[in-house]
């Protein structure tokens, strides 16, 4: 596979992944956010409808939800959502419904004192997420939300079967024309490696800051390790077995 197939072929479509990615997660982020607070929420009411959306969100196929928003959304509301918005929209909702749960689960595990503490200086329920709450909660939400970005940068493939030009499809048309099927899949399975190993990288340099900030030491890891250590926290916040978003 020459260099220019490689320029006309593959790096578009990165950028279209990595577009989708990014638009996904900081849908998914704000999702996680205001879904976690409110299941946690004081009012029954409010519980129950935050619970409702992460129930349904979690048992749905985020496959099909994007064939759903992509196809079905424009013959019953006449609004239509084009290739990427598509994409962005199903996974970004799919994904959110998860961290959702790394968010409760999280908040749920800062000690009841430092709660009580903020009731006892008169804080109002924003007050004591912004300044107890949170800042304790999101060194401890990070490593699954770490685990969460990478089962979507994988899940970003999904938006080639409604013909987003992202790097799976990408590849698939060049196989189609090369007629070469194993240096394309293995470029494409090394391309992913790369994206999800600097995501990694990434997101454990701001655990580390966000631990420092609190004065908790960093974990020490080695190039690929911390795998053990996350399998605690998910397990704490519900997110092992995230891959079955798709």
């Known amino acids: ?47 129950i409808l935050a619970g ?50 790394i968010v409760r689960g999280a908040l749920a595990a800062v000690p009841a004192a430092q709660r009580e503490a903020g009731i006892a200086l008169n804080f109002t329920r924003i007050q004591r997420l912004r300044r107890i709450e949170i800042p304790q909660a999101w060194p401890e939400m990070l490593p699954p939300f770490n685990n969460l970005l990478i089962e979507l940068l994988k899940g970003t493939s999904l938006i080639s079967l409604i013909t987003v030009a992202d790097m799976t499809f990408s590849g698939n048309l060049l196989r189609l024309v090369k007629g070469e099927s194993a240096p394309i899949y293995t470029l494409l ?41 996350r399998s605690s926290i998910d397990a704490v916040t519900g997110t092992a077995g995230t891959g079955g978003a798709k």
């Open 52 to 101: 409702a959306y992460f129930e349904i969100f979690r048992s749905t196929s985020s496959l099909v939800f994007m064939f759903w928003i992509a196809f079905t959304v424009p013959m019953l509301f006449h609004i239509q959502f084009y290739g990427m918005a598509a994409g962005v929209l199903a996974l970004g909702l799919t994904y959110g419904a998860y961290g959702s749960e």
């Open 189 to 229: 399975l090394v391309l992913y490696f790369v994206l999800a190993f600097l995501l990694t990288r990434g997101m454990r340099l701001l655990e580390r800051r966000a631990k420092a900030k609190i004065g908790q030491a960093p974990e020490k890891t080695g190039l690929f390790g911390g795998l053990r250590s």
């Open 1 to 47: 596979m020459t260099g220019a197939f490689f320029e006309n072929w593959f790096l578009p479509g990165i950028w279209i992944t990595l577009q989708v990615t990014f638009f996904s997660a900081a849908l998914a982020f704000v999702v996680s956010f205001v879904v976690g607070v409110l299941r946690a929420a004081p009012s029954r009411i409010v519980r």
